[in-house]
């Protein structure tokens, strides 16, 4: 982009075809209502997603030092693609909405992975299985602060750097049957955190965690 690019709403959906590389200076900017798509490609340039961006087939990165998420982020496999995943290079917020999700009718992984800085959680985080096939939901992450809210509807693995201080205050629910398994650094758990169901089938499991604190 070699100025500023706006997907508006109505656009319709922008899905570049083969590998590509999004270069700046210019930022893209995807308007409410609009959608884009990433099918293991890579974007070099900071991005503002108010509407709709899809993360599916193979794994896309995005590079920018700005990423906002107002809108629905969807990490998506799907069955004409392969396993979907998402390399953040730095954090960023999410005020809007960030799915994991399975639409294939064979077993995928979903991943979101923040190389480097904090993950701020203002707004939610899900994992779905719209599809028949079974799911492994990973959300690899450097450092999460959690204001917001994280709904465990597919079990899910949440991984922190070792060195890592996390910090939630907000909610996390898990879904009867599922399973949330926390690994990494220190988390202090200032907020709820909530099995829903019969708790006897429904898991958290903390052995990997460097440090917990429960308040």
């Not at 990165?61 to 809108?71: D, K, R």
């Not at 799911?135 to 999460?144: A, M, P, R, Y």
Request: proline content about 2%; glycine content about 12%.
């Amino acid at each position: 982009f070699a100025s500023a690019y706006t997907q508006s709403s109505t656009s319709t959906l922008l899905n570049p075809t083969g590998t590509i590389t999004f270069n700046g200076p210019g930022t893209l900017t995807i308007a409410s209502g609009g959608s884009f798509k990433m099918t293991a490609d890579t974007a070099n340039v900071d991005t503002d997603n108010q509407g709709n961006l899809y993360i599916e087939s193979g794994t896309s990165t995005i590079n920018s030092t700005s990423f906002n998420n107002p809108g629905v982020l969807t990490i998506r496999s799907t069955n004409s693609g392969s396993n979907a995943g998402l390399v953040m290079a730095n954090g960023f917020t999410n005020a809007g909405t960030i799915t994991l999700d399975n639409a294939s009718g064979s077993p995928r992984t979903q991943t979101l992975t923040v190389s480097e800085g904090t993950l701020l959680n203002s707004g939610v985080i899900e994992t779905t299985n719209t599809g028949s096939g079974s799911s492994t939901n990973n959300l690899d992450i450097d450092t999460l602060s959690n204001i917001g809210t994280v709904n465990v509807n597919e079990s899910m693995n949440l991984t922190f750097a070792t060195s890592a201080t996390n910090e939630s205050s907000g909610n996390i629910n898990i879904a009867e049957t599922k399973t949330l398994d926390i690994n990494g650094g220190t988390f202090n758990n200032n907020g709820a955190i909530t099995l829903l169901g019969n708790s006897s089938s429904t898991t958290l499991d903390l052995a990997g965690l460097t440090s917990l604190s429960n308040n």
